[in-house]
């Protein structure tokens, strides 16, 4: 099936937002992960009190992002979604 | 606080509980559940997830490990903010096929298969009753914290009593909530409600006990903070494999945990309530879990040494005096283990009756038509599974001693739903995925999450022995149950997490590789995997049966829909069909979606069995598919025979075509011909009259006798030349001419020819072009004949070419046993559409009248040379007339 080239400026966006819905969870693993590479190699030991803090403030941050995007997200067009690429093949 | 205090307010809280459920499910039957439906509702109900375990057991999880404990939460918090990838999609599909559990789905999936919705189901309970055990012993351990304070009222009775009493409570409770009726999709309303005034109970009162601590205890955050680097959880151990695994781990069983399933996806009445679950759910456990190390923190360090830090959330409280807090948290904690408990026992009943008790029973009666009221003993198996899993939770509590951290018990669970994790992913995403891969994954990572997680939780020589521990079974060291295959640094869990998921993916996509899905299996993968690209439209392949099916149909709903409901759904059928009454014709779309609808109550997997029952087949077979196929080959052979057809037919057309038009042009010829002939025929003939006449009338000088006599005798002379060349003619068309055969040279014979034909014409001077050389032939053929063509053609040249300068070029040449002789002049020739007119007889190219013959001479030509075993042709393409006059050189066999 062929789709078109270029996009109108609104379903492109549309699209561009739904790569970004997909993004998020990337991102939100990685930035989860990443205490793991923290402090001295050689022990395991962390401070609980600097972790908590960066551990709730990437929570809090990606709760709001997720907000954000499923409010646009949701108030897209029915019927958008049956074309949406990632379930074409 | 006494304990029949206690008693008479769980019982009060667990009354209001049903109130609430009981007035939401009256309300939605009269159509006014509105904001009961609503996102909040969803997410709130999506708070299941979050148990007793959570209520309870994170603080003393923190405690010990400080903030590992927040993988729990973490991974589900990437699966929510991430629902555009698997929620979104999950939650499509099961309200697209109304899947009724995890169990329905994987079974719906690959092909319907009742094998896995057994397998599934059997997994799933095995898993839940470690996390039910957990939930009873933290009830059990917070009444036993609540009553020891004090000795007035009713004695406290010890834990045995206790745990018996609340799981006998939770049963009848789950009974009374859960299996009120049989609802067509599935769906619990008035449970979801309560789920949800339960997650706000919860919530309500684990942010209360933080606050308290927070600014009642210390002296707000910055306090905290410093609490925290001064205690013994200042430093916390972080293990990468935990860390990474946990949130793994957390994640898969967010989407695979029967609950969770049963919220999450039965439960859903709108797809977009998901979009606010998105972030709102992830918003909810992060409360949860805020106050959890600020608790951890300052019960450590108020608490006397040994105090279970896994009910400081209870046990705080209560020492600062604060009974009223204690009260709200104890009933926070019941709510956590109340909820989780109905849930989860409803979500498995479900998937029990649906996937074991329905198929054995069918099994058992596989008459026609379904016989007794099958919504009861729905219902009643319902009742009797939901009572069996609380036993098991029991067995299982009483078995493994309750001792244990409740942390631990719970990721036993998780890891054990987790298995289903790749069967459900690749079922959703994979189009090759196949039944028996996921029959194969399934039980295979099962096996190894029994084999090195779950046998071993049941503590040393319990389940098995502390030889097989350390030594491996039979002595072999690389099967010991918590090193497989040498990897002995490994924590126990993330042992078990990595082996079992990791070959249940290998086995899982190795054996859909080499097995062969059958058709419907084929259809609901595809209806599964590309579920956003149209809503799916059938390919189920049902047959349209007579009448007496609709009934038999009909019959079956009422007994698992209910009478009015199905009645319903029949009539809007058979409005819809155009019909009028209750039986709607039994078309492939109307069983179809029926058959949805059934399965909304029973499951795909029984749904389907059912209505094969009646139907009388299932779905679509292989050989349908083949018979399609041919059918289809056998109309393209039909078309490719029929355009060949047309090809020919106009072939034959176009040389009917041309046939006729020959003959309609031959037909004017004739005609012009007769009146040619007639002509010719009619002249001498008046010239013979007139003069006979004049000389039988006498008195004549005799010079003018002669003179007439002469002139009547030329003219019949005229006529019997042209009665001759008929008469030839028809000789010759005959075959019955007789050769006669001899070798003669061709330069005589055309000698003898151009000689006779200077007659024709004789004023008009020709220029002969000859090749002398090539004429030196000697043929063995009848030359009178053949001279007899060469002076046609020669004085045809002579007659018709109309060139100033007539030249007339004679050209032999020898091919072969054959001597083509060419007769070219450079008149204009003959026009292309009079070429093919020439040879037949009668033809004249013009009505010149000097030509005087009667157009018989090239018919006669052609004929000669059919008896000469030869040809004459026109050859085409020369500056001027041209004809080709081929023959062989010896005519072996003359004609007759």
Redesign the interface.
């Known amino acids: 099936m062929k789709r078109p080239l270029f996009l109108a400026p609104q379903t492109y966006r549309q699209r561009r937002l ?1 790569d970004a ?2 993004i ?3 991102l ?2 990685f930035l ?2 990443l ?2 590479l ?2 001295d190699e050689a022990s ?6 600097s ?2 803090i960066y ?2 403030v990437v ?2 941050l ?6 954000l ?3 646009r ?2 108030s897209e067009p029915d019927g958008v ?2 074309a ?1 690429p990632k ?2 093949k | 606080m006494p304990f029949n205090l206690l008693v008479v307010a769980a019982l009060a809280y667990v009354i209001s509980l049903f109130c609430v459920a009981f007035v939401v499910e009256r309300r939605a039957e009269i159509g006014a559940a509105g904001w009961l439906r609503s996102p909040l509702v969803y997410t709130l109900s999506l708070s299941v997830y979050c148990t007793a375990w959570t209520f309870y057991g994170a603080v003393g999880y923190a405690a010990r490990s400080g903030l590992e404990f927040l993988t729990i939460y973490l991974g589900p918090t990437i699966v929510f903010v991430g629902w555009w990838w698997v929620l979104r999609k999950l939650v499509r599909i099961g309200r697209q096929h109304r899947v009724t559990s995890i169990a329905d789905l994987i079974s719906s999936r690959y092909g319907k298969s009742n094998l896995l919705g057994v397998i599934v189901t059997v997994m799933c309970v095995m898993a839940a009753t470690p996390y039910i055990a957990l939930q009873l012993q933290s009830v059990t351990l917070s009444f036993g914290v609540f009553a020891s304070a004090t000795t007035d009222g009713w004695a406290k009775p010890n834990g045995d009593v206790t745990s018996i009493w609340v799981t006998a409570g939770l049963a009848v409770f789950t009974i009374l909530f859960g299996t009120r009726n049989l609802d067509a999709n599935e769906q619990h309303t008035g449970v979801v409600t309560a789920i949800a005034v339960e997650a706000v109970v919860k919530l309500v009162a684990l942010v209360a006990v933080g606050c308290f601590v927070v600014w009642g205890i210390a002296d707000g955050p910055r306090d905290i903070l410093a609490r925290i680097d001064a205690s013994e959880m200042a430093n916390w151990h972080m293990k990468p494999s935990r860390w990474t695994g946990l949130i793994f781990l957390s994640a898969a069983a967010v989407i695979c945990l029967p609950r969770m399933f049963q919220v999450l996806v039965v439960e859903n009445s709108d797809e977009r309530h998901l979009a606010t679950a998105s972030w709102a759910f992830p918003l909810y456990v992060m409360i949860m879990s805020l106050f959890v190390v600020p608790i951890a923190v300052v019960g450590l360090e108020l608490m006397p040494e040994g105090a279970n830090p896994d009910l400081f959330v209870l046990t705080l409280p209560l020492a600062q005096g604060q009974g009223g807090l204690a009260m709200l948290a104890f009933l926070g904690g019941f709510s956590s283990a109340t909820s989780m408990v109905i849930v989860a026992s409803i979500a498995l009943a479900t998937m029990v009756s649906n996937h074991i008790v329905m198929p054995f029973w069918l099994s058992l009666r596989p008459a026609k038509a379904v016989p007794g009221d099958v919504r009861r003993l729905i219902l009643l198996s319902r009742r009797l599974s939901i009572g069996a899993i609380l036993a098991l939770g029991y067995a299982y509590y009483k078995v493994s001693g309750g001792s244990e951290a409740l942390a631990s018990i719970g990721l036993i669970s998780f890891v054990g739903v987790a298995q289903i994790l790749p069967a459900m992913l690749g079922g959703l995403f994979w189009r090759g995925a196949t039944r028996v891969g996921a029959v194969l994954g399934l039980c295979f990572g099962f096996a190894i999450w029994g084999y090195t997680l779950f046998l071993p939780s049941f503590g040393a020589e319990a389940a098995l022995s502390a030889q097989v521990m350390t030594e491996g079974p039979f002595g072999i060291t690389w099967l010991r149950p918590q090193a497989l295959f040498g990897v002995t640094g490994m924590d126990p869990l993330i042992h078990a997490l990595f082996w079992s998921i990791t070959l249940n993916t290998l086995i899982f996509c190795a054996g859909s590789l080499v097995s062969f899905p059958s058709p419907v299996e084929r259809v609901q993968g595809a209806a599964f995997v590309n579920a956003f690209d149209a809503e799916p439209g059938g390919g189920q392949g049902w047959t349209a049966q007579g009448e007496a099916g609709a009934e038999d149909l009909l019959v079956m709903a009422q007994r698992i829909l209910g009478d009015d409901e199905a009645l319903g759904f029949f009539e809007a059928q058979a409005v819809m069909q155009g019909k009028v009454g209750y039986l709607p014709d039994p078309t492939a779309g109307f069983i179809e979606q029926l058959e949805r609808r059934l399965a909304g109550a029973v499951g795909a997997a029984t749904a389907h069995a059912m209505i094969s029952q009646i139907v009388g087949r299932t779905a679509v077979s292989v050989e349908d598919l083949m018979a399609v196929a041919n059918e289809a080959a056998q109309i393209m052979e039909y078309s490719a025979k029929l355009e060949e057809q047309q090809d020919a037919l106009t072939r034959s057309a176009r040389q009917l075509r041309d046939a006729n038009d020959k003959l309609t042009q031959l037909s004017v010829q004739k005609d012009a011909f007769l009146s040619q002939i007639s002509h010719e025929l009619r002249t001498p003939m008046t010239s013979i009259r007139a003069f006979s006449e004049i000389l039988t009338e006498g008195d004549l000088p005799p010079e003018l006798v002669t003179k007439y006599g002469l002139v009547i005798h030329q003219e019949t002379k005229r006529l019997t030349r042209l009665l001759d060349d008929l008469l030839d003619l028809s000789v010759l068309e005959s075959g019955t001419v007789q050769l006669n055969l001899d070798l003669s040279s061709l330069r005589s014979m055309i000698d003898a020819a151009l000689q006779s034909a200077s007659h024709t014409r004789p004023e008009r001077s020709f220029v002969i072009h000859r090749d002398l050389p090539g004429e030196e032939v000697f043929l063995r053929t009848d030359s009178d004949r053949l001279t007899q063509v060469f002076i046609n053609l020669i004085s045809n040249a002579r007659k018709y070419c109309d060139s100033d300068a007539p030249e007339l070029r004679i050209s032999v040449r020898r091919k072969g046993g054959r001597v083509t002789v060419d007769f070219i002049d450079n008149g204009s020739g003959i026009p292309k559409d009079k070429q093919s007119l020439i040879f037949e007889k009668f033809a004249r190219l013009t009505d010149q009248t000097k030509a005087g013959g009667a157009g018989l001479g090239l018919a006669i030509c052609r004929e000669v040379m059919a008896n000469l075993g030869g040809t004459i042709s026109y050859l085409p393409g020369q500056w001027g007339g041209a004809f080709r006059v081929t023959l062989p050189l010896r005519l072996e066999k003359p004609k007759a």
Request: glycine share 8%; charged share 20%; aromatic share 10%.
């Open positions: 739904r819905a997909r998020l969870p990337v939100a693993a989860l992960i205490p793991m923290w402090g395991d030991i962390r401070q609980t009190g972790d908590g551990l709730f929570w809090f990606l709760i709001v992002s997720a907000a995007l499923a409010r997200l949701s979604d049956a949406s379930d074409k």
